[in-house]
């Protein structure tokens, strides 16, 4: 029975080819290839009325899921409620700075 001890990944998790470049070249060749579709004629370009329409699908998809909507609006509610915090602290620190400072110039 042959062990392959020496390998330490698992067969097939390997990056080769397109996966193995760097960002800037994906990101060359698959700009080659938009303007190639492009001069072709063959790409496909949205319509404002078109991007709407595949936002709002987007949209209702998302909106079925009612507990990731829930969770939506608790971040929200956590964010705007840190950042009303930080701010009254803000603007408790700034008051405290100004009347030692020796009062309230107007």
Known sequence: MANNTTNDKPKGT??????AM???TQRAIASKGGQ??????TAHEFDSEEARRA???GGEAV???REHMAAIGRKGGESRQSAARAN???NRSGASEQSA???NKQ
């Open 88 to 90: 009254a602290e803000k």
């Open 22 to 24: 760097d960002e800037a």
């Open 101 to 103: 400072k020796g009062g």
């Open 55 to 57: 936002g709002q699908k």
């Open 36 to 41: 190639a579709a492009h001069q072709k004629g």
């Open 63 to 65: 909106s079925r899921d």
């Open 14 to 19: 390997a990056k080769r080819g397109f996966a």
